[in-house]
């Protein structure tokens, strides 16, 4: 990603929970004691950026030990990847975050769950092919079938359709402006060759 691009700096702002491995002084705020160094073992969350930056920094012991280790933030949870496991389809990603899979693709790079991967991989294909079913059904861009009344629904102008976007995040969105483009050029397109 660019180095101006929102979304990469939106997503590196994310908060994801660290631990502190050693007793540092003057750093108390962060754990709202000012007067007071921020002490081994204290649990803060941090954004995501000073959180990799803290945790490749060698601290210059013997032991190689790094200033803080983390945890994966509860968007990538054990709930959520179980849930995930379950059915993608039914998890609202964007409540787990607006940059779900930048933010789960910058965790694998920093963590060893592999079960991660394969999860994230599955969820993103199943919900890619339900993306583009409601993408090309979205203001009368389906096809007609025999006896029908209407081209396509109006998905996203309310009710479940309206669920369904609400619950896409940042990249998915993305995939949805585009499939639904790509759908509405291409009936346009088709009915521009009829003509002829």
């Given at each position: 990603m660019s180095y101006y691009d929102?979304?990469?700096?939106?997503?590196?702002a994310e908060k994801i929970p660290c631990t502190f491995q050693l007793e540092l002084p003057d750093l108390g705020y962060l754990d709202n004691t000012p007067t007071q160094p921020l002490k081994s073992g204290t649990k803060v969350s941090l954004p995501l950026w000073l959180a990799e930056m803290l945790a490749i920094a060698n601290t210059g012991d013997i032991e190689g030990k790094s200033f803080v280790t983390f945890d994966l933030p509860s968007a990538l949870g054990n709930d959520v990847i179980q849930a995930l496991k379950a059915d993608p389809r039914a998890v609202p990603l964007r409540d787990q975050s607006a940059h779900?899979?930048?933010l789960a693709t910058h965790m694998m790079e920093?963590?060893?769950e592999q079960e991660l991967a394969a999860v994230l991989r599955k969820t993103f294909v199943t919900?890619?092919?339900?993306?583009a079913l409601h993408a090309r059904k979205v203001g009368g861009v389906g096809h007609k079938g025999k006896g029908a009344a209407e081209e396509g629904s109006n998905l996203g102008i309310g009710g479940a359709g309206e669920d369904f976007l609400r619950g896409l995040e940042d990249w998915e969105r993305k995939l949805f402006r585009k499939a639904h483009d790509g759908a509405k050029s291409g009936k346009e397109w088709m009915e521009g060759v009829k003509r002829f």
């Open positions: 929102i979304d990469s700096i939106l997503t590196d779900f899979y930048g920093l963590s060893e919900r890619a092919s339900e993306i």
